[in-house]
């Protein structure tokens, strides 16, 4: 039996009145990954802004980037 077809035989023996709150934990889990996500972008940012490398400017043409990562455009 796999953990979410476990997890429902359990919701399924809870009485109604604990449905609520299960229901408020697993909106927060999905709310838990755009969490991360947003957290992981503001460390990106933060890590750009405090990079002294004064080449960090610099640019290259997209072309140039997806050849050089083995992508054709």
Do not use: W
Request: aromatic share 6%; hydrophobic share 40%.
């Amino acid at each position: 039996m796999s953990e979410r077809e476990q997890a429902k035989l359990i919701i399924d023996q809870l009485p109604e009145y604990k449905i609520s709150n299960l229901l408020l934990f697993l909106r927060g889990m999905l709310f838990d990954d755009e969490m991360e996500d947003d957290l992981y972008c503001e460390r990106l940012v933060a890590a750009y802004l405090e990079d002294t490398n004064p080449d960090k400017h610099e640019t290259i043409p997209l072309e140039e980037l997806a050849k050089r990562e083995g992508v054709n455009l």
